[in-house]
Protein backbone atom coordinates (compact mmCIF):
# COMPACT_ATOMS: atom_id res chain seq x y z
CA UNK A 1 0.00 0.00 0.00
CA UNK A 2 1.70 3.82 -1.24
CA UNK A 3 0.04 7.05 -0.39
CA UNK A 4 -1.07 7.48 -4.06
CA UNK A 5 -3.78 4.46 -3.07
CA UNK A 6 -5.08 6.04 0.18
CA UNK A 7 -8.05 8.72 -0.86
CA UNK A 8 -7.57 12.76 0.30
CA UNK A 9 -10.55 12.18 2.50
CA UNK A 10 -8.18 9.32 4.64
CA UNK A 11 -5.78 10.88 4.34
CA UNK A 12 -7.22 14.16 5.89
CA UNK A 13 -8.40 11.99 8.39
CA UNK A 14 -5.28 10.64 9.64
CA UNK A 15 -3.42 13.92 10.14
CA UNK A 16 -6.59 15.11 11.78
CA UNK A 17 -6.25 12.65 14.20
CA UNK A 18 -2.07 12.88 14.15
CA UNK A 19 -3.13 16.90 14.83
CA UNK A 20 -5.12 16.28 18.13
CA UNK A 21 -2.67 13.59 19.42
CA UNK A 22 0.30 16.02 19.05
CA UNK A 23 -1.74 18.88 21.12
CA UNK A 24 -2.40 16.16 23.60
CA UNK A 25 1.12 15.11 23.97
CA UNK A 26 2.28 18.47 24.15
CA UNK A 27 -0.73 19.41 26.96
CA UNK A 28 0.39 16.57 29.09
CA UNK A 29 -1.59 16.60 32.10
CA UNK A 30 -4.26 19.22 30.98
CA UNK A 31 -5.99 15.65 29.20
CA UNK A 32 -6.10 14.25 32.12
CA UNK A 33 -7.34 16.93 33.60
CA UNK A 34 -9.96 17.04 31.04
CA UNK A 35 -11.39 13.78 31.58
CA UNK A 36 -11.37 14.10 35.27
CA UNK A 37 -14.06 14.23 38.04
CA UNK A 38 -16.32 17.25 39.02
CA UNK A 39 -16.02 18.50 42.12
CA UNK A 40 -18.65 20.06 43.73
CA UNK A 41 -18.42 22.12 47.59
CA UNK A 42 -19.89 25.55 48.63
CA UNK A 43 -17.68 28.69 48.10
CA UNK A 44 -18.18 32.25 49.24
CA UNK A 45 -18.38 35.45 46.97
CA UNK A 46 -15.51 37.31 47.74
CA UNK A 47 -15.42 40.15 45.32
CA UNK A 48 -17.58 41.83 42.82
CA UNK A 49 -16.67 43.95 40.45
CA UNK A 50 -18.51 45.23 37.47
CA UNK A 51 -21.22 42.38 37.08
CA UNK A 52 -18.41 39.68 38.04
CA UNK A 53 -18.25 37.68 41.10
CA UNK A 54 -14.70 36.21 42.42
CA UNK A 55 -14.92 33.19 44.53
CA UNK A 56 -11.75 30.95 45.69
CA UNK A 57 -13.06 27.66 46.07
CA UNK A 58 -10.59 24.75 48.31
CA UNK A 59 -8.10 24.45 46.13
CA UNK A 60 -6.91 27.97 45.77
CA UNK A 61 -7.99 28.84 41.85
CA UNK A 62 -10.34 32.03 42.31
CA UNK A 63 -12.45 31.43 39.74
CA UNK A 64 -14.99 34.08 37.86
CA UNK A 65 -18.77 33.98 37.51
CA UNK A 66 -19.61 36.16 35.10
CA UNK A 67 -23.07 38.61 34.97
CA UNK A 68 -23.27 37.50 38.72
CA UNK A 69 -26.94 38.12 40.16
CA UNK A 70 -25.14 37.39 43.76
CA UNK A 71 -23.85 39.47 46.00
CA UNK A 72 -20.19 39.99 48.22
CA UNK A 73 -19.93 37.22 51.37
CA UNK A 74 -23.39 34.84 49.42
CA UNK A 75 -22.51 31.11 49.64
CA UNK A 76 -22.64 29.37 46.63
CA UNK A 77 -22.61 25.71 45.97
CA UNK A 78 -19.99 25.10 42.53
CA UNK A 79 -19.12 22.68 40.49
CA UNK A 80 -15.81 22.76 38.56
CA UNK A 81 -12.79 20.52 37.56
CA UNK A 82 -9.70 20.73 39.51
CA UNK A 83 -7.32 22.96 38.03
CA UNK A 84 -9.40 24.65 35.34
CA UNK A 85 -10.24 28.36 35.67
CA UNK A 86 -13.78 27.78 34.80
CA UNK A 87 -17.64 26.79 37.16
CA UNK A 88 -19.25 24.70 35.39
CA UNK A 89 -22.46 24.92 38.03
CA UNK A 90 -23.45 27.24 40.47
CA UNK A 91 -26.46 28.25 42.73
CA UNK A 92 -26.70 29.75 46.06
CA UNK A 93 -27.47 27.66 49.42
Known amino acids: M ?7 KKLAIIFIIA ?6 AIMGSSVTN ?3 A ?3 EEAEVKMKQAGD ?6 DGIP ?20 QQPSIHNHEPV
Open 63 to 82: RIISDCPYNVNDTLVITYKP
Open 19 to 24: GVVLVF
Open 38 to 40: SIT
Open 53 to 58: CVLEPS
Open 34 to 36: LFS
Open 2 to 8: SFEEISL
